[in-house]
């Protein structure tokens, strides 16, 4: 049987393609209000979700309505680590009432980008995740705090790639402040996806080969490319003999070779 990989994306954010990226990614990362969405937009885009058998997932951000949740917020990890799980527990009841599992946890914008590289965030996150359920699946970047977060606190870990953004040498992601990257052409993003599922490993944006892990691809929902860069990554994948399927599939055919929670980046 064909290897399965997830595609997630983000959705419940407002931009009126949540029907249509739903016909073509596994899991859906919903918004949970704190920087997109709101109570009935986590019901609907659920209950869309169930309709399509695409996995839910919790997307909790910093209280950054205004910002997008782009905007890094100081605070404590305790205050942190209860604003997340409060997020993912209104996510939890919104998936109830769609009668669909709430299965991952996946932060979103700044709250994403500081809990890769700092251990406190990726932790404050994990303990938000395991004080509501700690069957959750933490999803994140592949070699990130998370994996070291998730694996410290007991939690199951999945790796994302990201196939519309560039990658720094160090292996995260550019800023959305860097000029170019966010990648918008559904054929170069195709290449890239070809790359990743072939020989585990990416092009950064100044050029280096970067190994890397992961169990689904992210397409970002918020680009007015979304849908067709979508369609180009099922395509991707399916024209190189593997299967699109939900996280929890994905992970359970994860190779025995690229552990999740493994750093697996290298210049």
């Not at 170069?188 to 970067?210: C, F, H, P, W, Y």
């Amino acid at each position: 049987m064909a290897r399965r990989i997830d595609i997630n994306a983000d959705l419940g954010e407002g931009y009126g393609t949540d029907e249509a990226m739903l016909g073509l990614v596994s899991s859906a990362n919903i918004a949970c209000g704190f920087h997109a969405g709101d109570a009935y937009t986590m019901r609907a885009v659920s209950r869309w979700a169930a309709e399509r058998n695409v996995a839910v997932g919790a997307h909790p951000s910093f209280d950054d309505l205004g910002g997008f949740g782009r905007t890094f917020i100081q605070m404590s990890m305790h205050e942190l680590e209860s604003l997340v799980a409060y997020q993912i527990g209104s996510m939890a009841e919104a998936a109830a009432d769609a009668e669909v599992p709430l299965v991952h946890v996946k932060a979103h914008g700044a709250l994403y980008n500081a809990a890769a590289r700092d251990l406190d965030h990726a932790m404050a996150i994990g303990r938000a995740i395991k004080a509501v359920d700690r069957n959750l699946i933490y999803l994140g970047l592949a070699g990130s705090r998370m994996g070291q977060a998730a694996e410290m606190l007991g939690l199951q870990f999945a790796s994302e790639a990201f196939a519309d953004r560039h990658y720094g040498d160090d292996g995260t992601l550019l800023l959305r402040t860097v000029n170019g990257s966010v990648i918008s052409d559904p054929e170069v993003v195709a290449e890239r996806v070809t790359r990743m599922v072939q020989d585990n490993e990416v092009i950064s944006a100044s050029g280096k080969r970067l190994a890397i892990s992961f169990d689904s691809f992210c397409v970002h929902g918020d680009e007015p490319t979304a849908v067709v860069v979508a369609r180009a990554v099922r395509r991707a994948i399916e024209d190189g003999g593997f299967e699109v399927a939900p996280l929890v599939d994905a992970v359970r055919d994860r190779p025995a070779a690229l552990p999740a929670d493994e750093a697996r980046f290298t210049a």
